[in-house]
């Protein structure tokens, strides 16, 4: 049975930071991601990392602010983000999968955490 679970989203400041967690349990993935959604807003791919090699990628607009990484021994991926800005508010999910092609791309990911609020204001 597989889970993740988030924790660390909340209420902040423009200018502010947060960071998430994203903690998974119940099998071994090659790729973890952190997503996004407004509301009335497509799900975006905020950032990816291959759990092995370190390998990452972000989406442009939160690249030189947020830094996704990972704990192999705890399974846990993290996402730091500074220097938030309002535009940043929106439910955040990790996902977890085998991903051949694209950190970026929601269809790669087989598993989604329930997801956690991150408000700026």
């Known amino acids: 049975h597989v889970q993740l679970v988030e924790s660390g989203g909340g209420l902040v400041q423009p200018g502010g930071s947060l960071r998430l967690s994203c903690a998974a349990s119940?099998?071994?993935?090659?790729?973890m991601g952190w997503f996004r959604q407004a509301p009335g807003k497509e799900r975006e791919g905020v950032a990816g990392?291959?759990?092995?090699?370190?390998?990452?990628d972000y989406v442009d607009s939160v690249k030189g602010r947020f830094t996704i990484s990972r704990d192999r021994s705890k399974n846990t991926v993290y996402l730091q983000m500074n220097s938030l800005a309002p535009e940043d508010a929106a439910m955040y999910y990790c996902?977890?999968?085998?991903?051949?092609?694209?950190?970026?791309?929601?269809?790669?990911?087989?598993?989604w955490g329930q997801g956690t609020q991150v408000t700026v204001s």
């Open positions: 996902a977890a999968g085998w991903v051949n092609r694209n950190l970026l791309s929601k269809s790669e990911y087989d598993y």
């Open positions: 119940g099998y071994a993935f090659n790729s």
């Open positions: 990392i291959y759990t092995t090699s370190g390998q990452t």
